[in-house]
Nanobody
């Protein structure tokens, strides 16, 4: 059974730091693009950061310079470190893993989400 388990998050003061981690099981991590999304109250889910299977990293403009995403294929984990947190970073953060194959097939998996609240 494929599963993504997120950890980290919680209540953080503005200007602080936080770390999120996501562990995958029964998912082909080595062929996947992995990343983090978030959904703020009343907003649509948006990409925060992702790393492709080739190691190409993309950050949303809103977190550039404040976020660092890393992956460990051996452990099937992806982590997100954020600093200089702002109240607008408050959201539910979701881990996403997308397996992609050369025949064009893709399989997408989502974590259950973890709440991050930044107090001003």
């Amino acid at each position: 059974q494929e599963e993504l388990v997120e950890s980290g998050g919680g209540l953080v003061q503005a200007g602080g730091t936080l770390g999120l981690s996501c562990a995958a099981s029964a998912i082909r991590f080595d062929v996947a693009t992995v990343g983090w999304y978030r959904r703020a109250p009343g907003e649509q889910r948006e990409l925060v950061a992702q790393i492709s299977r080739e190691g190409v990293i993309h950050y949303a403009d809103s977190v550039k310079g404040r976020a660092t995403i890393t992956r460990d294929n051996a452990k099937s984990t992806v982590s997100l470190q954020m600093s200089s947190l702002k109240p607008e970073d408050t959201a539910v953060y979701y881990c996403n893993v997308v397996e992609s194959y050369y025949n064009g097939e893709t399989l997408s998996f989502w974590g259950q989400g973890t709440q991050v609240t930044v107090s001003s």
